[in-house]
């Protein structure tokens, strides 16, 4: 399954970004990439996802991208998702964001909350979720089976064993040929063609947003780095992902954590040690209310389950593939 998981799909992916009408493809791989190491485990069983997490996750991706890319100091673009008009998704977030300053406020309105949701589902039923495994007009069911699409995703066997371990290759093809696909849309080409790499607009967390966490992590750590435990100067901080960015490259407010620099740059991209581990579950239990009312209201996704089942898939992979450990 893993070998006809990167011949069939991936290799659509690759030579696929001519054809598609829009980036719902890349936002439904991502996804549920990411829902099977949130709701999954490492078995070769088949895993029932829900369309309510799938149009979550493609409000995630998309929220951050429904802002205009602001380039030359003067001009702004927001990105257009397809070929012909704007994706409809992005449309509905556009209008949502004059309302809502951050994705959790709109969460808290459960009422519009829902009814985005609601809207989300239908379009990823009928669009992404429909076309995937389409290679030349013929469907290749080696995700999931279409017949079997109506209330819930049905990943069959062996597919979330798969996307749990090619995990770090999914995102990083994908988000490649996303960014790609942006920059060569007809739409988007005469003012990107020349512009530096997209990335860090698509999808890494603002600057503004990570000063914010840092303000909120520098109270609930009394100022004291994560990992030495010493006493950090105001500006030799920096927030770090515990469960580094390039392993799973989605914020949710557990996941931060204050260091100093020098802890900073020597952990990197590594993941901390056993013990720094159980410190980092330990300050999740304790201060879970403190995190979901203060950093919620930041923008980010604040489920310390979710958080938590991250953290064990990152470090059962890490053993199985003899990653190097930050031991502090």
Same mark, same amino acid.
């Given at each position: ?99 809502? /300053? ?18 989300? $589902? ?139 620099? /020098? ?11 056993? $013990? ?9 239990? $304790? ?24 953290? $064990? ?16």
């Amino acid at each position: 399954m893993g070998h006809s998981l990167k011949k069939s799909g991936l290799r659509q992916t690759r030579y696929g970004s001519g054809s598609f009408s829009s980036t719902y493809k890349f936002a439904l791989l991502i996804s549920l990439s990411r829902l099977a190491i949130e709701k999954g485990q490492d078995s070769c069983e088949g895993l029932a996802l829900e369309y309510t997490d799938i149009a979550e996750k493609f409000i995630e991706l998309y929220w951050k991208q429904a802002v205009p890319y602001t380039f030359n100091d003067e001009g702004q673009l927001i990105l257009n998702q397809n070929n012909d008009k704007q994706a409809e998704i992005v449309n509905q977030i556009i209008k949502l964001r004059k309302i809502y /300053s951050s994705l959790e406020l709109l969460r808290r309105d459960s009422e519009e909350w829902l009814t985005l949701l609601k809207e989300v $589902e239908c379009t990823v039923k009928k669009m992404p979720v429909r076309y995937l495994q389409n290679i030349n007009g013929q469907n290749f069911e080696f995700l999931y089976p279409l017949d079997q699409c109506g209330k819930q995703l049905i990943l069959l066997p062996q597919v979330m064993y798969c996307l749990r371990q090619f995990s770090e290759i999914i995102e990083e093809l994908c988000q490649k040929r996303w960014i790609d696909y942006i920059r060569k849309n007809s739409t988007n080409a005469p003012i990107l063609n020349q512009l530096p790499n997209l990335e860090q607009f698509m999808f890494e967390p603002s600057r503004n947003q990570l000063n914010a966490v840092a303000s909120v992590l520098v109270e609930l750590q009394e100022c004291k780095c994560f990992y030495c435990n010493k006493k950090m100067r105001k500006g030799s901080y920096a927030v770090d992902h515990f469960i580094p960015w390039s392993l799973y490259p989605s914020d949710t407010g557990h996941n931060f954590v204050l260091a100093d620099s /020098s802890c900073n740059s020597k952990k990197s991209n590594l993941l901390a040690s056993d $013990e720094f581990l159980q410190k980092w579950q330990e300050r999740n239990e $304790e201060q879970d209310l403190v995190i979901v009312d203060r950093i919620s209201v930041l923008g980010f996704l604040t489920d310390k389950e979710r958080s938590h089942k991250v953290a $064990e898939w990152a470090y059962t992979h890490a053993k199985e593939n003899n990653y190097q450990v930050w031991q502090g």
